[in-house]
């Protein structure tokens, strides 16, 4: 073989090679610029500023010995278990249709939290109308006009009221003779709902009453203590 044969041949090898690198997913790479990685899908947003609550709060206290729908009895067990810790809870929520927040006001018994009685009061204008904005204040009546109107007063003890997708569900505990403060015999449940916009009132929807058994829990009797080997 000469040397111009020889020459030849290494220049159609080398022109066969670089064929294959052009062609598309044939090669040894493919051409075009690389994937990059979707930086806006793993993009964390930045912090909003901090928005103001929904509600705003009341005292509850100072409330309920301002209101005289509440009973002696229940202002006189009105005190603090622990320094300043009332046994009180406190639900706001809308019930009533007013623009305004509404607030349920809960009071239980240090002891063993028994409901002593439930509240509903609704944030309405010195005229006596729902207000627009409640007050932060938290007495019966505020600096900026806004006041608390009972519209609810349950005192059947125990007792206890919440929201429940926007009407309130009020629940009493029943008593039989021998009954343990933490197992009542049976449960009587009322849902009510407000009508009659701003002069109206709460009405009763639906009543549901559960029995509990006494074979099963604490609620029964005591287990038998096994017998010492």
Same mark, same amino acid.
């Given at each position: 073989?000469?040397?111009?044969?020889?020459? %030849?041949?290494?220049?159609?090898? %080398?022109? %066969?090679?670089?064929?294959?690198?052009?062609?598309?997913?044939?090669?040894?790479?493919?051409?075009?610029?690389?994937?990059?990685?979707?930086?806006?899908?793993?993009?964390?947003?930045?912090?909003?500023?901090?928005?103001?609550?929904?509600?705003?709060?009341?005292?509850?206290?100072?409330? %309920?010995?301002?209101?005289?729908?509440?009973?002696?009895?229940?202002?006189?067990?009105?005190?603090?278990?622990?320094?300043?810790?009332?046994?009180?809870?406190?639900?706001?929520?809308?019930?009533?249709?007013?623009?305004?927040?509404?607030?349920?006001?809960?009071?239980?018994?240090?002891?063993?939290?028994?409901?002593?009685?439930?509240?509903?009061?609704?944030?309405?204008?010195?005229?006596?109308?729902?207000?627009? +904005?409640?007050? +932060?204040?938290?007495?019966?009546?505020?600096?900026?006009? +806004?006041?608390?109107?009972?519209?609810?007063?349950?005192?059947?003890?125990?007792?206890?009221?919440?929201?429940?997708?926007?009407?309130?569900?009020?629940?009493?505990?029943?008593?039989?003779?021998?009954?343990?403060?933490?197992?009542?015999?049976?449960?009587?449940?009322?849902?009510?709902?407000?009508?009659?916009?701003?002069?109206?009132?709460?009405?009763?929807?639906?009543?549901?009453?559960?029995?509990?058994?006494?074979?099963?829990?604490?609620?029964?009797?005591?287990?038998?203590?096994?017998?010492?080997?």
């Amino acid at each position: 073989m000469t040397a111009g044969t020889t020459a %030849l041949a290494g220049i159609s090898a %080398l022109g %066969l090679f670089m064929t294959g690198c052009s062609t598309g997913g044939t090669g040894t790479r493919d051409e075009g610029e690389a994937a990059q990685p979707d930086k806006a899908a793993h993009a964390t947003p930045s912090p909003s500023a901090s928005s103001p609550a929904p509600f705003q709060k009341v005292d509850p206290v100072r409330l %309920l010995k301002s209101d005289p729908k509440v009973s002696t009895r229940v202002k006189a067990q009105l005190k603090p278990c622990t320094k300043d810790e009332y046994p009180i809870d406190v639900t706001y929520g809308h019930l009533t249709g007013a623009t305004g927040q509404d607030v349920i006001v809960n009071v239980m018994n240090c002891a063993d939290a028994v409901g002593l009685g439930s509240y509903v009061y609704r944030a309405t204008t010195a005229s006596g109308s729902p207000d627009a +904005s409640a007050s +932060s204040g938290s007495s019966a009546s505020s600096a900026s006009g +806004s006041s608390y109107e009972n519209v609810f007063t349950a005192e059947e003890t125990p007792v206890y009221a919440e929201i429940d997708r926007g009407d309130l569900v009020v629940t009493r505990q029943m008593y039989a003779p021998g009954d343990k403060p933490a197992f009542a015999s049976s449960e009587v449940v009322t849902t009510y709902h407000w009508s009659g916009g701003a002069s109206g009132k709460f009405a009763q929807q639906s009543q549901v009453e559960n029995d509990y058994s006494k074979a099963v829990g604490d609620g029964g009797s005591p287990a038998p203590v096994p017998a010492t080997p």
